[in-house]
């Protein structure tokens, strides 16, 4: 397998390139120059699969020969070693829980796989590598967790100061070794912005070896589609396929699951579930992709004004505008209605939605009020303890915090302050 870049400016390159170069030379996101089938057989018989026989048949024609079969299967196996379970809410929603992971939200999968294919690959190279990385919230200490202690691997997270929950702050900011974080006075998009900069002239910092842990990585990005096969495996109704409500920021998440349809997978529809960040809901409303600023949220981690992944939606579906809106609907949903729905299924169904799992939910409910015939699961994407700040107010009650991540919450934040401005993340990396 190959990986073309999608502004056609760069030669083709690996899995093992595409991996540690992250971005194009020609700014553009590695995409695999055909997507490849799973055999009806795995869909067919999919309960009978082991998770890791099912990811492994999905992620190994990506991989290609870059790492060996035994060395693979045991990266899918660390991989997703803890469940994912799909939960009836009611007769029509099920909840796909991405959040039992050590960071308690979805991207452990994806920052597991590339720390440990990266892990792999840099096994036998002299130079150290350096892995930069914006995040809105999730992101970093998913990255953080993945990559810590991984010889050969630094690690530098940039993150907007005050723009994400302390459990997301904590999480990235107290590991210490190889980790290292900058609190960044701006926008999550600043952070974006700046980490594009630094790869635009990586030639500026010959002593190091820069590679990006974000969403557009391939190696975190398509090992996202894994969840996918994990709901349909569940899913009673397969004659019925779900709708599939996606809580969306960069995109990256729902890309997956649309390549995992591209694949084969059964999928009803999919639902770009947005906060007040609507530029897909409005570009498929209007035609129009206009780029806004970003609004901050109570969903921080979808706090995205350009997502960069769409541009891999629209070569999935060949940049056909029709067929882009026979796949998916988007919604965009304000803080209220989040709010009210969180409450309302705590209230009335007893389960408890995080933030971004509400938006979501809200969004498939929309959906189904029209098309009442069909079911839909949502993907939580994180637990609610995370965003406890706003859902314990809304539930009046307490979340309990998890064992796995009392003892972070009790250690000490370490951040380095910075402007948003590309020259002092630079002056940073000279530094090291
Ligand atoms: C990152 C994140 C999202 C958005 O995912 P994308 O792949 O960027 O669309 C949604 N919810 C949570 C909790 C996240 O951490």
Same mark, same amino acid.
């Given at each position: 397998?190959?990986?073309?870049?999608?502004?056609?400016?760069?030669? =083709?390159?690996?899995?093992?390139?595409?991996?540690?170069?992250?971005q194009?030379?020609?700014k553009?996101?590695?995409?695999?120059?055909?997507?490849?089938?799973?055999?009806?057989? =795995?869909?067919?018989?999919?309960?009978?699969?082991?998770?890791?026989?099912?990811?492994?048949?999905?992620?190994?024609?990506?991989?290609?020969?870059? &790492?060996?079969?035994? @060395?693979?299967?045991?990266? /899918?196996?660390?991989?997703?070693?803890?469940?994912?379970?799909?939960?009836?809410?009611?007769?029509?929603?099920?909840? =796909?829980?991405?959040?039992?992971?050590?960071?308690?939200?979805?991207? @452990?999968?994806?920052?597991?796989?590339?720390?440990?294919? =990266?892990?792999?690959?840099?096994?036998?190279?002299?130079?150290?590598?350096t892995?930069l990385v914006a995040t809105s919230?999730?992101?970093g200490?998913?990255?953080?967790?993945?990559?810590?202690?991984?010889?050969? /691997?630094?690690v530098v997270i940039l993150y907007p100061s005050g723009k994400v929950?302390?459990?997301?702050?904590?999480?990235l900011t107290?590991?210490?070794?190889?980790?290292h974080a900058l609190e960044v006075k701006g926008s999550f998009d600043d952070c974006q912005q700046m980490v594009k900069d630094v790869f635009a002239n990586a030639a500026d910092f010959?002593?190091l070896?820069l590679?990006s842990?974000n969403?557009?990585?391939?190696?975190?990005?398509?090992?996202?589609?894994?969840?996918?096969?994990?709901?349909?495996?569940?899913?009673?109704?397969?004659?019925?396929?779900?709708?599939?409500?996606?809580?969306?920021?960069?995109? %990256?998440?729902?890309?997956? %699951?649309?390549?995992?349809?591209?694949?084969?997978?059964?999928?009803?529809?999919?639902?770009?579930?947005?906060?007040?960040? @609507?530029?897909?809901?409005?570009?498929?409303?209007?035609?129009?992709?206009?780029i806004?600023n970003a609004?901050a949220?109570?969903?921080?981690?979808?706090d995205v004004a350009n997502?960069s992944?769409?541009?891999?939606?629209?070569?999935?579906?060949?940049?056909?505008?029709?067929?882009?809106?026979?796949? &998916?609907?988007?919604?965009? &949903?304000?803080?209220?209605?989040?709010?009210?729905?969180?409450?309302?299924?705590?209230?009335?169904?007893?389960?408890?939605?995080?933030?971004?799992?509400?938006?979501?939910?809200?969004?498939?409910?929309?959906?189904?009020?029209?098309?009442?015939?069909?079911?839909?699961?949502?993907?939580?994407?994180?637990?609610?303890?995370?965003?406890?700040?706003?859902?314990?107010?809304?539930?009046?009650?307490?979340?309990?915090?998890?064992?796995?991540?009392?003892?972070?919450?009790?250690?000490?934040?370490?951040s380095t302050v910075i402007d948003n401005e590309t020259e002092q993340l630079s002056a940073f990396l000279n530094s090291k």
């Amino acid at each position: 397998m190959k990986y073309y870049s999608t502004n056609k400016q760069s030669p =083709l390159i690996d899995f093992k390139a595409a991996t540690i170069q992250g971005q194009a030379p020609d700014k553009g996101l590695y995409f695999p120059e055909y997507i490849p089938q799973v055999s009806e057989e =795995l869909i067919k018989n999919i309960e009978q699969y082991s998770n890791e026989a099912i990811a492994y048949e999905v992620i190994k024609p990506y991989v290609g020969d870059c &790492i060996p079969e035994n @060395d693979l299967k045991k990266i /899918v196996e660390e991989t997703i070693n803890f469940s994912i379970p799909l939960i009836s809410i009611n007769e029509q929603i099920a909840s =796909l829980e991405l959040f039992h992971g050590p960071t308690l939200a979805f991207k @452990d999968v994806g920052a597991r796989f590339m720390s440990r294919c =990266l892990g792999y690959f840099v096994k036998d190279q002299n130079k150290k590598v350096t892995v930069l990385v914006a995040t809105s919230g999730d992101t970093g200490g998913a990255v953080a967790n993945g990559f810590y202690d991984v010889p050969g /691997v630094d690690v530098v997270i940039l993150y907007p100061s005050g723009k994400v929950s302390s459990v997301q702050e904590k999480q990235l900011t107290t590991l210490g070794k190889n980790i290292h974080a900058l609190e960044v006075k701006g926008s999550f998009d600043d952070c974006q912005q700046m980490v594009k900069d630094v790869f635009a002239n990586a030639a500026d910092f010959p002593h190091l070896f820069l590679t990006s842990a974000n969403s557009i990585n391939v190696a975190r990005w398509l090992p996202q589609q894994f969840y996918y096969f994990f709901a349909y495996k569940q899913w009673a109704d397969k004659n019925n396929p779900p709708v599939i409500t996606v809580p969306s920021g960069n995109f %990256g998440n729902i890309c997956a %699951g649309i390549l995992a349809n591209a694949s084969g997978l059964p999928v009803q529809h999919f639902i770009a579930a947005c906060n007040a960040n @609507d530029i897909v809901p409005q570009f498929l409303q209007t035609g129009e992709y206009k780029i806004k600023n970003a609004v901050a949220t109570i969903s921080n981690a979808m706090d995205v004004a350009n997502p960069s992944n769409f541009v891999r939606i629209m070569e999935i579906i060949g940049k056909d505008i029709p067929s882009l809106k026979e796949k &998916i609907t988007a919604y965009s &949903i304000s803080d209220e209605a989040t709010k009210a729905t969180l409450k309302n299924v705590f209230d009335q169904h007893h389960y408890l939605l995080d933030p971004h799992g509400a938006v979501g939910y809200a969004a498939l409910e929309k959906y189904l009020s029209t098309h009442s015939s069909q079911k839909g699961i949502v993907v939580e994407t994180a637990h609610p303890v995370k965003f406890y700040d706003v859902v314990e107010p809304l539930i009046k009650q307490k979340i309990e915090i998890p064992d796995s991540i009392k003892q972070q919450m009790e250690s000490e934040k370490k951040s380095t302050v910075i402007d948003n401005e590309t020259e002092q993340l630079s002056a940073f990396l000279n530094s090291k």
